[in-house]
């Protein structure tokens, strides 16, 4: 997982979220403060829970647990890489 990564860009991860680059969080709904991750918000706002009136919202939920899968896969959003260009 490069430091190049796009902001919103989920991959997998083999290993333990305590092993996790510090852009990268894993998909697990966890709610969060807009000002925690502004650039992530910007591009998936409240599509998976959380509220403008409360300034959150939600990562999506692919790990509900927040632990890797039987095979040790985690599925992770990143949270602080690149902003993707959008052509309008």
Do not use: H
């Amino acid at each position: 997982m490069s430091p190049d990564s796009y902001t919103g860009s989920i991959s997998t991860f083999l290993g333990k979220p305590s092993q996790l680059p510090p852009e990268w969080m894993p998909c697990n709904g966890q709610t969060l403060l807009i000002t925690q991750a502004t650039m992530l918000y910007s591009i998936i706002g409240n599509r998976y829970g959380g509220s403008p009136a409360s300034q959150t919202f939600a990562l999506p939920s692919f790990n509900a647990n927040g632990q890797p899968d039987a095979q040790g896969r985690l599925v992770v959003i990143c949270v602080g890489g690149q902003y993707p260009v959008l052509n309008a």
